[in-house]
């Protein structure tokens, strides 16, 4: 089974419930990027958001 990689918004702010899943992490590290710049006001490189957001599962 492929591994997915996911973005679980409510871990780091209570009030946003967004998730993103993909098996394709570049998919899921421009969707994370783009809604952490679009909603939370946040830039992060890719792999600020591999260590620190992303996870395997």
């Known amino acids: 089974m492929a591994q997915a990689h996911r973005l679980d918004c ?3 702010a ?3 419930r967004f998730i993103i899943q993909s098996e394709n ?3 899921a590290i421009e969707l994370a990027k ?3 710049r ?3 006001g946040q830039d992060y490189t890719n792999d600020e958001l591999r ?3 992303m ?3």
Do not use: G, L
Request: charge should be negative.
């Open 25 to 27: 992490e570049d998919e």
């Open 55 to 57: 996870e395997t599962v």
């Open 51 to 53: 260590r620190e957001h």
């Open 38 to 40: 679009d909603v939370h």
């Open 10 to 12: 409510e871990k780091e």
């Open 34 to 36: 783009n809604h952490m």
């Open 14 to 16: 209570a009030d946003c």
